[in-house]
């Protein structure tokens, strides 16, 4: 439920404006939102931490959230909420002025993922995608080309090559989408184009991209190991 957001809240005002017109202008623009997670160890990358370590993976993940921010500082005409896992952080990475900042609400990934869409239609976006901030092979293009096609169609999905998907945008609520899905699976983007055609809603794919889960995920970019972290 929208009301149950909690946190603190960080406006971007757009400059030279009052406010409340900075917020209608934003409100009319389409949406980008983003899934962080709060880099806390052991409950950051748990995966990738198997591989690396707790710190490594809290650098490693670092690195990923700076290359996200920066594909998304890169998209003009956008209004971009940041959804944090645990609570808002105001001194981070993620810049105040550029990012609108909620805690995310529900009880699992589906709950959560929902309850971002609706908070952004009620608000009067037409255009909304989401995108977690692990995906080193998401550009800022990318997000154009998702956005443009939201113009023609009901839904877009970005393929992961793990069977599920790097981002998704619609231009209205589909909680249908997220209801028991049986998330972490290769089934995710199966189930989700299943549902979709169920409900005749037409689909644009994106390039296939992988998502950074284990080492192997990070070296098959050719991404340079941080340092202290040696390649066996």
Not at 9 to 20: D, I, K, L, Q
Not at 23 to 52: C, E
Not at 61 to 67: A, E, F, K, N
Request: contains cysteine; charged residues 20%; negative net charge.
């Amino acid at each position: 439920m929208i009301g149950l957001l909690g946190g603190h809240v960080t406006r971007p005002w757009a400059r030279g404006f009052g406010p409340a017109v900075a917020y209608l202008v934003a409100m009319q623009q389409p949406a980008v939102i983003v899934m962080v997670k709060n880099p806390i160890p052991g409950k950051t990358k748990t995966r990738l931490a198997q591989d690396v370590g707790n710190d490594m993976a809290l650098e490693m993940y670092g690195i990923l959230c700076r290359h996200t921010r920066d594909q998304l500082l890169a998209l003009e005409g956008v209004t971009r909420y940041l959804h944090y896992s645990d609570h808002v952080a105001v001194d981070d990475d993620w810049p105040n002025r550029a990012f609108i900042k909620l805690v995310q609400v529900g009880q699992g990934l589906g709950e959560r993922m929902a309850a971002a869409f609706d908070h952004a239609f009620v608000r009067g976006h037409e255009r909304v995608i989401i995108i977690g901030s692990d995906c080193p092979g998401l550009t800022a293009n990318i997000l154009r080309q998702a956005l443009s096609e939201l113009e023609r169609h009901a839904l877009v999905v970005g393929p992961a090559n793990d069977g599920g998907y790097y981002l998704l945008g619609m231009r209205h609520p589909h909680p249908e989408l997220f209801a028991d899905m049986e998330w972490s699976t290769s089934a995710v983007l199966d189930e989700t184009l299943a549902r979709a055609q169920v409900q005749g809603l037409p689909v644009a794919r994106l390039p296939v991209l992988s998502d950074v889960d284990h080492l192997e995920d990070w070296l098959g970019y050719g991404w340079p190991l941080p340092e202290g972290l040696e390649e066996e």
